[in-house]
Structure formats: structure tokens, C-alpha cells
């Protein structure tokens, strides 16, 4: 099990609380609707978001149960397109950790630069292999980690015409996030997926910003992405076609939450959101790192390691003794990496003043916090945990030991050394990068 980067990078996020804007309109788009935050049930913890990630599009693909047509998943992308009577198909992550391509009735893949993302061929022809009624390709290299690019697959049904999935232009979180659907299970047998639960990572279908947005300004189609990009800013995105304008942010609080500044001006001393085009898509991105979100810009010092101990209980007697009440281990995961600083020539961001200033303020001692390595959304398992019913690798889970997200809690305020920020200076004294430590415990998959 080869990881597909031994140096990768890491994003530290911890969760998104929008409780206070309950039921407010955020923002617009030109003339469109307004979107508004749901009015959350702050008893069940709604209006709490695990991270920005879920945050933005709870870690997967729109779903709709009633119209394949409205989902944005490959899977149903595929099922929606593929000619009647010419079987079904679909896009899955093996066991392997390749992406593979699947149907009922034989088909062929158009060669693409596009490809690549998906670690599938570029050119020439491509093998397809016939297993017992449901042909396949499998991808010979790795998939792209981090957000995927306008990047589509064209499929050849052998009947006319060819298709494409993704179907609409789009800028999207990865790979994981465009095959996985909302609110799915993975059918018994490795084969399709079913409607239903899926896991519960799929808690926020219905008011991730991804959805709440479709909802309102492309409810028929929904092409309108939201994600994090890999240098930690917010971004949506959709088909440059769909002539949509870019958020008009109506609450000044949501928009300071996401790094915004609602400025587009040129001329503005103000720092600018974006738009720009990257393909055939549409890309707006916020002006500032989001708040709370710390996306490397290099890769970590060494990979993490698990650091344990016992912590005993005692009481003091009278007689100036001593008497034990108990004794408990515990375990922490300590992450050490590199934070670029206000000269750093790999990012326009000052990360160490962000760092400070705007995730630590998210994330204090003793808060949650997600931890993703190598831009890889799935949970982190491992090795031990895999079996017949657990694969090492799926658009769920992950064995790779550089890649997956973990989740915990950052360690607790007895302990010093939880958070260290400290200046490596080059010989000219130039502030480039700082070293950082952050430990946390109990680490949970």
C-alpha cells in the first residue's frame, strides 16, 4: 500500500458555529434570491459545522432521490446520460485506491488530458475488462488530490453520443467529493450505490452552503460548488454558461466568518475577492484565508507521531501521605509542520500572522479540531481496522498513512507544549517560515 505522497501537505480546520445567524440572509446573487441560513435547532447542535469542509459542501455530491437528473454525483451523472437499453454505469474508488470506471454494457473511454486527474489513460486505447456482465477500467495511476479543475471524462456507449461526467463545467473540493453522493449506502456486494444513510459524515445534505445556494439560484440543475482550495480560501464555483453573478454578501458578519471582503474593485485598497475562469467554469474566491482554516503551503516535518503516557489521581492524606485514586493513559497525535511567513515567495497570505491571529482564535485548548492530511478527505483508518466488510480504501476510508483526516481534540491547557510557533530566520534574518507543533488528543479516525 503505497502512499501516494510520503511528503504531503496538511489543513487544519476546526468547526464552523453560524448559530448566531440563525434565519439570516447571507448573501445574493445579482438579481437572483437571497440565501438564508437555516433557522437551526440549537438544542440538536445545529448550526454547527464539523469543519469548513462540511461547511461548504458536506463532502459530497448533491442528492435528489426523485430525479437522477438533479444529482451531481459521476455515478448519477453517468445513470442520467447513458442511452436506454445500454445498461448502467458509474465511477467508484477501489480497494486499490484507483478510480475505477464500470457498466452493464461494454463502452470505451475517450483519450483526454482530463484523464489525468483521475489517474486514467490520456491516450491510445484503454483496456476494458469483461468481468461476468459489468465491464470495467481501472485507472493505472493515482487520482489528483485537492480540487479538481474542469476536468471531465467522456465516455463512448458505443451508440451515439458520446457523454461527458462531470456533465456541467465545474471546480470541485477532489475526486472524493464528485463520486460520493449525499445520503447513500455502498451496496453489500462492492456494486451500486442505493439510496440511504450512507455514513455519518452525511449530516449536512440539506444546509451545507453548497446546498443552500442551489437551492435558491439553481434548484432544477444544481451546478453552483462551493469548497476550500488548497491554499485555504473559500471558492464557489459554476458553469460560466449558467451567467451567474458572484455573491453580494447582505450580513457583514457571515461575511468576515469566510475571508470575504465583498470587493471586486481593481483600484479598491481593500483586499479583492476574485472571479476568474478556469476552463469552462466560473471561479469566485474569497479575498482572505477563511477564518479558522490553515492550508500548508509545504510539507510536513515528519509524519505524525503518537505520543503516550499515564496520568495518576492522588490524594494527600493527614499524616502528609499520599493516597492513589487511579491511574489512566492517554495518547496524543503530534503534527509538526511549516507555516510560511510574511516573506514566504509560496503564498500571497502572511500564514503565521493567520495562524495566530484567526485559527487559534477557532481553535483554543481543548477545542475540536479536523486535521486532513495529503488533501485527502476520507476518514483515516487504520491498518488493523481494515476487513471483509471494512476495504483499506473506498471513497470512505483510507489506510494510507500520509493521507486522510483525523479528528480530535487539541490538547489540553496542563500541557505547554500543546501549540509552539517559532521562526527558522535565514542567514539574512528574513522571517520565510515558522516552525509549528500541535498536538491532538484523543485522536479519533
Not at 476546526?14 to 446573487?29: E, K, M, N, Q, T
Not at 479538481?148 to 458520446?162: N, S
Not at 435558491?216 to 454558461?241: E, F
Request: with cysteine.
Amino acid at each position: 500500500m503505497t502512499p501516494h505522497t510520503r511528503l504531503p501537505l496538511l489543513w487544519f480546520m476546526p468547526p464552523v458555529d453560524l448559530r448566531d445567524l440563525a434565519g439570516v440572509v447571507i448573501f445574493h446573487r445579482g438579481g437572483g434570491g437571497n440565501v438564508t441560513l437555516p433557522s437551526y435547532d440549537v438544542d440538536l447542535d445545529e448550526g454547527i459545522y464539523e469543519d469548513a469542509i462540511a461547511f461548504a459542501n458536506g463532502r459530497g455530491s448533491t442528492a435528489d432521490a426523485a430525479s437522477v437528473n438533479n444529482r451531481r454525483d459521476l455515478t448519477s451523472d453517468w445513470q442520467a446520460q447513458h442511452p436506454d437499453g445500454y445498461g448502467e454505469g458509474g465511477v467508484r474508488i477501489t480497494a486499490d485506491n484507483k478510480v475505477q470506471l464500470w457498466c452493464t454494457a461494454a463502452f470505451d473511454l475517450e483519450a483526454s488530458a482530463d484523464n489525468a486527474v483521475y489517474g486514467l489513460p490520456t491516450a491510445g486505447a484503454t483496456s476494458v475488462l469483461d468481468l461476468g456482465g459489468e465491464y470495467r477500467i481501472t485507472a493505472t495511476d493515482d487520482w489528483q488530490r485537492g480540487p479538481v479543475e474542469d476536468a471531465r471524462i467522456t465516455i463512448d456507449p458505443g451508440v451515439d453520443p458520446d457523454f461527458t461526467i462531470p456533465r456541467y463545467a465545474t471546480v470541485a473540493q477532489s475526486v472524493v467529493e464528485l463520486v460520493r453522493r449525499r445520503g447513500r449506502t455502498l451496496a453489500d456486494d462492492g456494486g451500486d450505490y442505493e439510496a440511504g444513510d450512507y455514513d455519518g459524515d452525511d449530516n449536512h445534505a440539506a444546509d451545507c452552503l453548497e446546498a443552500l445556494d442551489n437551492a435558491v439560484n439553481d434548484a432544477t440543475l444544481r451546478r453552483i460548488r462551493w469548497y476550500i482550495d488548497t491554499t485555504g480560501h473559500l471558492c464557489s464555483s459554476w458553469p460560466t454558461s449558467l451567467s451567474l453573478a458572484a455573491p453580494t454578501f447582505d450580513s457583514a458578519t457571515f461575511r468576515a466568518r469566510i475571508g470575504a471582503s465583498g470587493n471586486l474593485a481593481a483600484d479598491s485598497q481593500v483586499d479583492e475577492d476574485t472571479v476568474t475562469t478556469v476552463g469552462d467554469a466560473t471561479v469566485w474566491r474569497a479575498a482572505r484565508p477563511m477564518p479558522g482554516v490553515l492550508c500548508t503551503t509545504r510539507p510536513w516535518i515528519r509524519r505524525p507521531r503518537r505520543i503516550r503516557g499515564e496520568r495518576t489521581d492522588a490524594e494527600r492524606l493527614i499524616d502528609g501521605g499520599a493516597a492513589s485514586h487511579g491511574i489512566s493513559a492517554w495518547e496524543d497525535l503530534e503534527f509538526e509542520f511549516w507555516i510560511d511567513g510574511p516573506e514566504s515567495p509560496h503564498t500571497e497570505d502572511d500564514l503565521s500572522a493567520h495562524w495566530g491571529r484567526q485559527v487559534l482564535r477557532y481553535a483554543p485548548q481543548g477545542a475540536p479540531i479536523t486535521v486532513y492530511m495529503g488533501q485527502d478527505t476520507r476518514r483515516h483508518l487504520e491498518v488493523d481496522q481494515v476487513s471483509e466488510d471494512v476495504p483499506g480504501f473506498s471513497d470512505l476510508y483510507s489506510v494510507d498513512p500520509c493521507g486522510g483526516r483525523w479528528y480530535g481534540w487539541v490538547r489540553s491547557v496542563d500541557d505547554e507544549a500543546v501549540v509552539t510557533l517559532e521562526f527558522d530566520d535565514d542567514q539574512q534574518g528574513g522571517q520565510f517560515w515558522a516552525r509549528a507543533t500541535l498536538r491532538i488528543s484523543p485522536p479519533e479516525e
